[in-house]
């Protein structure tokens, strides 16, 4: 799991080069783990959510994530993994609570395989 969150911490900081680049996709980030963390239990209101977003945003997500692992190869600064480590952690915690408690259920499934 930490190996998985590190992974992801790496990939999630690599994709923006600079200060604003970064700044924007952490915004990016936290706005996923929002719209995973919606409806707490609630799977459908998840999907809807998750779907939403997913629409909307997916692929500006993906864009920075590649322009952040153009920018930094070898994993972001330490400087960057202190200021936005914690927060991006919380995304994940978020995403990775949802995909365990919804993934069996067919309208998150499917909010998933169809964005």
Known sequence: ????????????LVGCGGGDDLDAFVKLDTAKGEAFA???DDCVAKAK???????????????????????????????MKEK???QMAKNKKAVLDAMFKCSSTPEFGAAIDET
Do not use: I
């Open 84 to 86: 936005y480590g914690e």
């Open 38 to 40: 919606v409806g707490g």
């Open 1 to 12: 799991m930490m190996k998985m969150m590190a992974g992801l911490l790496f990939v999630l």
């Open 49 to 79: 959510s998750v779907r939403e977003w997913r629409t909307k945003h997916n692929k500006d997500y993906k864009a920075a994530q590649e322009k952040l692992k153009e920018k930094y190869p070898k994993g972001p600064p330490a400087e």
